[in-house]
């Protein structure tokens, strides 16, 4: 499968938002109506053929710090806890067939695991929130939208294997 990579523009945009260069392609995939990145889609290994287990970053910086601010309230435990196990182990393991038809490369060790990197559990908020702004079904993405009042229509989404 081939990867769309952004343009100069939106390395420069996503880039300035988190303040340091990316290792690795990427796409924008998930945007603010205005155009403005919101979550971008790694290519599954970074230039040098390391494995990038993170496949949708959430780069917003406002809605970054938000799900910040509940992983500092003990929000990754509370949130494993409010949901089916089931539907969890579903969400990552779709999340690494995403990745998986992602991969370009096979001279390299593949990334594993599901959202956030683990197949069991739940390790990373921004993880599934940036997965279920992609139109993913995130039962941990979905409660994470909830409670910091994420209005989900209120993007535009482009591109997603999600």
Known sequence: MSFVEASDDERRSVEALLGRPLAGRFAVVVRHRDGRPVVIENEPHLRDGT????????????????????????????????????????????????????TVRTDAVAPSGGVGGTRVGVKCLHAHLAYRLTGADDPVGELVAAEIGVDLGAFVVEGARG
């Open 51 to 102: 494995p990038m287990p993170t496949l949708f970053w959430l780069v917003d910086p406002a809605l970054a710090d938000a799900v910040s601010r509940l992983e500092g309230a003990g929000g990754v435990h509370r949130f494993e806890g409010l949901v089916d196990p089931a539907d969890l182990a579903a969400a990552h393991d779709a999340y690494a067939h995403s990745r998986a038809a992602a």
